[in-house]
Every structure is written in C-alpha cells, then in structure tokens.
C-alpha cells in the first residue's frame, strides 16, 4: 500500500460508490478518461482487479469489496485528524456531540444539562443527525461524542451501553395481527416492512425481526423506504407496513390508528455512547462518565415511577 496514496482511494471509492465511471467522473469534478487511467493504475499496483467492468455494468471483485471496506476506514482516520487538528489550531475549546432525533435527543439534553456544570467544561454544540450518520461522524472527526442508537457499527468506535428497552409491533389498528396480546417475531414473515435507506443487511435483519433467528423468523417483505420516525408511523398507519420500534417510541406516539403490541422474541433496542477508539480528551472521559451517571439516574426515576 506504500505506493498508493489518498487521491487514488478517494477515485476508488467514487466508482464503487456510483457503480458507473461517468456519474463518478462528474462527483470528482473531472473527465472520466484520466479517473479511468487512474483505477487501472491502482489495480496494477495492488496486482489485483478490482472492478469488473463493461460498457453497461461495473460491480466490485472480491478484492474491490475488502478495498472498499478498508479505505473507508483510512479516508475516515485522515478526515478526522484533519477535523481535529484545525480545532486545535483555532483555540476554540469545543466538544461537538450527536443523535438522531426522539429518543436520544431527549437524553441527551439532560446529559449535556449535567455535562454543563462541571467546573472549566467547554462548550458543547448539539448537531442532530439522520439515520446511521453518527457513527461515520464520530469517525470522520464531525462529531466527539455521539448517542447511538441499535443497530450500530463499532468499527474504529469505543462504546458504553446506556438504555436498553424492548421493541414492541407497530401495526395499523384494523390489522389482523392487532387482536393478539402478544407477538413473535415469526408474525411477519411476508408482510411489508419499512426501509431505511441507508440500511444494510444486517441492519435489515434488525428492523424485520430476523437479527436473532433469521431461518425461523422467515423473509419479511420490501416495505415503503422511510428517512425518519414520523414517517415510518405514517406508513403504519396508511397500512403500508408493519414495524419493530423502541417502547418508548410508542410511549410518546399513541393514537387511534396504530395498535403497539408486545414482541416476545425481539431484541432489544439500546442506545450507547460512543466516541473515537484510543481518543485521550479529558472531557470526551468526563462526557461518557456523566452520560453513564444521567443513565442510571434514569432508569433509577422509570423504576419509581412504575413501582
């Protein structure tokens, strides 16, 4: 890898990104003849095809496939440093934390609130991220600290649990599944499933119930692709899908339409902070240590308020 610099992954990862050399030239600002040079150039350096193409199509080689994961995590190492070293340089003493809305967002409130009377703390911006964008944030340098929420990729990440909860079935009110107490993830196998669109197998299995057992629970059907809660609950509603949510999120959304049931089997959904792996801030320790302590003082008020 000594002879392959960083212009040359980034060229990579465009055309494996886009699967199509013309879309990839115009992301780059550039001409396709010279991208096209340049991944010919990479191959034979690494001794390795890593694009099968033709005039049609182009598709990744096993080799490709482990270079597109691997550059991701060199890419992301550079972006961070580069992020955190113009911090540094502008004296600026800030701590920079992310989740995606609802849930996390509100216990992230209050872990900032206590986060804040800690004597010389600096100041911390709260940047509200999409679905799957914390963990790349955290790894890029965009972000310190972020909450993450199941599923989650540990890659070049430490983490700390914070909140585990059951997931519960979100079902349209006139749904056959409704008038049942009580669910298996088995229950929707064949029926239509939400989609996130940054979503991957894995992530997939997850929201359909299959993460688990995924022979028993059987195939869930391609549902409507959703961005966030509130439209994921809209195609709940409308009869478009069933879904896997967080208690909580039914907690806060209960309404005539939606029937929430309990799931027997389904793993739980858990919410963790993370931060850079090998990150040495006293105040990135100091964050995950009163997020841990905000934790426990909330499970501490749910158990009192249910007894």
């Not at 600290?145 to 909140?163: H, K, N, T």
């Not at 894995?202 to 961005?227: I, K, M, Q």
């Not at 049931?261 to 320790?285: H, K």
Request: hydrophobic residues 45%; negative net charge; proline residues 6%.
């Amino acid at each position: 890898m000594a002879d392959v610099d960083l212009r040359d992954l980034r060229y990579f990862r465009a055309v494996a990104e886009e699967l199509n050399f013309s879309r990839a030239a115009e992301r780059l600002g550039m001409t396709q003849p010279p991208l096209s040079r340049a991944i010919t150039l990479l191959e034979r350096r690494l001794g390795a095809r890593l694009l099968e193409r033709t005039s049609h199509h182009v598709a990744l080689t096993p080799a490709g496939e482990v270079l597109f994961a691997e550059s991701r995590t060199v890419l992301d190492a550079l972006d961070g440093a580069v992020r955190r070293t113009r911090l540094a340089a502008s004296g600026i003493p800030t701590l920079t934390v992310t989740a995606k809305p609802c849930v996390a967002t509100d216990l992230l409130r209050r872990i900032v609130a206590a986060y804040g009377v800690l004597p010389g703390a600096p100041a911390v911006e709260i940047v509200v991220s999409g679905y799957g964008e914390q963990s790349a944030m955290v790894r890029d340098g965009r972000a310190d600290v972020a909450l993450l929420g199941s599923p989650y990729d540990r890659r070049g990440l430490d983490i700390e649990p914070l909140v585990e909860e059951p997931r519960v079935a979100a079902l349209p009110a006139g749904h056959a599944l409704a008038g049942r107490s009580v669910l298996t993830c088995r229950d929707f196998a064949g029926l239509a499933m939400p989609r996130w669109p940054a979503a991957d197998a894995a992530e997939g299995d997850y929201w359909a119930g299959r993460d688990r057992e995924p022979a028993r629970a059987g195939e869930a059907a391609s549902g409507p692709v959703v961005h966030d809660n509130a439209q994921l609950l809209e195609s709940v509603a409308l009869g478009q899908a069933v879904a896997l949510v967080p208690t909580s999120l039914a907690e806060r959304n209960s309404r005539a339409d939606i029937a929430f049931r309990p799931v027997s089997d389904a793993s739980p959904y858990t919410i963790a902070v993370a931060w850079r792996e090998g990150a040495r801030s006293p105040w990135i320790a100091r964050m995950v240590e009163v997020s841990v302590k905000v934790a426990f003082e909330i499970a501490g008020e749910d158990a009192a308020g249910h007894a």
